[in-house]
């Protein structure tokens, strides 16, 4: 069974504080996706990552997919309290026609 | 911008009571999946469809449920007989092709009673 482990589980930082949050597997993945999600809606795509070392900017946000295509991160420079929300990384593996959801990092900006 | 759309977004439905979620994909898309999310809980897989065929689905999607790409443009997923433990958010989403980036309806609140 493939798992997604997110680290930490809940985060409350600061306004203009910078944090670092993970996305760990012991499988290999062919794409990584994060997404954002509010209360009550539904996953909003920030990212999608294919190739191993990967990285992409989104304003404040760098994304990473580590060399073996196994673990990924999420870093916000200088968060913001419209930073607050849900993160969810999303792995496809080869072969396979699903997206495993990690188990989240709830992150909280205090103004 | 392009965005997939579910309708209803809330059902109440009595207990053994049939349901039909609907959700029109992105229109270029090719890949559909239905997810669910019970509260508190994390993002689970229940179904794949393409080509008109289920391409995976998971423990969860047993004979109670059922989808259908009735027209060209709907995706619909059916709960026979529905049970408490089916109160969930269900999250249709579409993507262009297999293992790409995959886009998320706004979902259905189906509370079962």
């Known amino acids: 069974t493939q798992l997604l482990e997110q680290s930490p589980q809940f985060l409350s930082i600061q306004e203009g504080e910078n944090l670092t949050v993970y996305c760990n597997s012991s499988?290999?993945?062919?794409?990584l996706q994060w997404y954002r999600q509010e209360p009550g809606e539904g996953p909003v795509l920030l990212v999608t990552v294919v190739t191993g070392g990967e990285v992409k900017k989104l304003k404040r946000l760098t994304f990473q997919f580590g060399d073996a295509r196994k673990d990924s991160s999420l870093h916000i420079t200088a968060a913001q309290p419209g930073d607050t929300g849900l993160y969810l990384c999303?792995?496809?593996?080869?072969?396979?026609?699903?997206?495993?959801f990690g188990t989240g990092t709830r992150l909280k900006v205090l103004a | 911008e392009p965005e997939v759309t579910q309708t209803p977004s809330h059902q109440v439905t009595q207990m053994g009571q049939e349901v039909i979620l609907r959700c029109v994909p992105i229109?270029?898309?090719?890949?559909f999946y239905w997810y669910r999310q019970i509260l508190g809980q994390k993002v689970e897989f229940l179904v794949s469809?393409?080509?008109?065929?289920?391409?995976?689905k998971s423990e969860i999607f047993d004979d109670q449920f059922s989808v259908e790409r009735p027209d060209g443009s709907n995706f619909t997923l059916k709960i026979r007989s529905t049970k408490l433990e089916d109160s969930a958010m269900y999250f249709c989403?579409?993507?262009?092709?297999?293992?790409?980036?995959?886009?998320f309806g706004q979902g259905t609140r189906l509370t079962v009673v």
């Open positions: 989403a579409s993507s262009p092709d297999v293992n790409t980036e995959a886009f």
């Open positions: 499988s290999v993945f062919s794409s």
């Open positions: 469809f393409y080509n008109n065929e289920i391409s995976e």
């Open positions: 229109s270029n898309h090719l890949y």
């Open positions: 999303a792995g496809a593996s080869q072969g396979t026609y699903k997206y495993i």
